[in-house]
Every structure is written in structure tokens, then in C-alpha cells.
């Protein structure tokens, strides 16, 4: 039976920083509050536009500003996220020669905007599915995709991987009972301090070796 690995994007496949950052401050514009960095913003990164677009108007994060914010970003963002954004070194070449597993993608990113950017990226054509955060009622870390995605491959719990670089996705793979590998290059790998993952690796090529060791 095929190994299945499960891949976050923003900061596991994509760097998007770039791109989020301008339209996270574009609706921050809106609403007349100053720019942030691309670091502050990459705090905000890993649980879904609504919670992105919360965490971004601070102190005019009230219910109304939220759901139209969410609207500004998405339309912005929906015109630019490939302005900037592109591969991790390496990953394209990786995958390539991964073929003897079954991949997918989960993220909490709208599932839309997922896959246009992982055809925009070239990469789409790897990917035996591809989920987001508005794909089932909950987003990571609850399994419910990590479920979804070992029925669509009729994959192994035992042999299944989730990659990413939050404590999220550590959080997402230990509920589902796969093992879980961190990237150290990523947006939000300070909160491996708190929830660790099974194994780390520090650029993407390193992957092939840990799976197929």
C-alpha cells in the first residue's frame, strides 16, 4: 500500500507571505489602520480567511467589519494571490519523484482559491485531493479531512503523513493518529515549541529521504 502524504500550502508548499501581506493590508487600508509587516501578518496565518481577517482589524474587529472585510480580501486576493506567491525550493522536483505515494493537499485556505493556486503553481496535477477550510463544517485540526482524504486513496492510517508548519496541522494529524513532520521554514513554526511534531525537516527536498527511509 502506497505511503499518503497530506500537505499544508501557505508555508508548507507556498510561499504566499508576500501576497497575503498586501491584501491583508489593503483591507487594514480600508479601515484606516496602518500597514503591517509580513512577519506581524504571518501570525495571523493558519486558521482561514474569517480568522485572518479578525486577527487583522485588531480594535474594528467587530462582527460587521469582519464579514465585510472578509469580502474586501477575498476580492482582492483573489486578483493578486499569484502576484508574488511561488514554490518552495525544491518542491516541485520533490514531488516529482514522490510518485510512489498518493498526495493531497489540506488547508484551511478557501478550497477555490487552493486549487487555482496550485494550477497557477503548476503543481496541481500531483494532487490525488485537494481540501480547505470551507470543504467540511470543521477546519484543522479537527481529522475530519485527514478522514476524508484516507477514504479518497483508500489509504493506510499507518502509513499517512501530515506536513506542515503549524501546530495546527501537528494537532490535525496526532487527532487523526498519522504520523506528523514539520517544516521549519514556514510561517508559524514558533508553536512546534508547544505542540512538536513527529520529525522536522529544513528545506522540502529533505521529505523524500524521511519517507522513504
Known amino acids: 500500500m502506497k505511503p ?5 500550502l501557505d508555508g508548507t508548499l507556498v510561499d504566499s507571505k508576500k501576497d497575503l501581506t498586501a491584501s491583508v493590508n489593503y483591507v487594514r487600508y ?31 474587529n467587530t462582527e460587521a467589519n ?13 486578483a493578486h494571490m499569484l502576484d508574488e506567491s511561488d514554490l518552495y525550493p ?23 482559491f487552493s ?8 503543481i496541481y496535477r500531483h494532487f490525488a485531493a485537494v481540501y480547505g477550510g470551507n470543504s467540511f463544517d470543521h477546519k484543522k485540526p479537527d481529522p475530519v479531512g485527514i478522514y476524508r482524504i484516507l477514504s479518497d486513496t ?7 503523513w501530515m ?8 494537532l490535525t494529524g496526532r487527532n487523526a493518529g498519522v504520523t506528523t513532520c514539520g517544516v521549519t521554514y514556514g510561517y508559524s513554526t514558533k508553536s512546534f515549541r508547544e505542540h512538536p511534531p513527529d520529525y522536522l525537516i529544513d528545506n522540502f527536498p529533505e521529505l523524500e529521504a524521511l519517507i522513504h527511509a
Request: aromatic share 6%; net charge negative.
Open 66 to 78: 469582519v464579514q465585510d472585510g472578509l469580502q474586501l480580501f477575498l476580492s482582492y486576493y483573489r
Open 4 to 8: 499518503v502524504l497530506i500537505f499544508d
Open 115 to 122: 486549487c487555482a493556486m496550485l494550477d497557477g503553481l503548476g
Open 90 to 112: 525544491g518542491v516541485p522536483e520533490t514531488l516529482d519523484r514522490l510518485r510512489d505515494c498518493k498526495l493531497a493537499v489540506l488547508t484551511n485556505k478557501p478550497v477555490h
Open 154 to 160: 483508500n489509504g493506510n492510517r499507518e502509513k499517512t
Open 163 to 170: 506536513i506542515g508548519d503549524s501546530s495546527v496541522d501537528v
Open 30 to 60: 480600508r479601515y484606516d489602520l496602518p500597514c503591517l509587516t509580513e512577519e506581524e501578518i504571518a501570525r495571523f496565518i493558519g486558521d482561514g480567511a474569517l480568522m485572518l481577517i479578525r486577527r487583522a482589524l485588531a480594535e474594528k
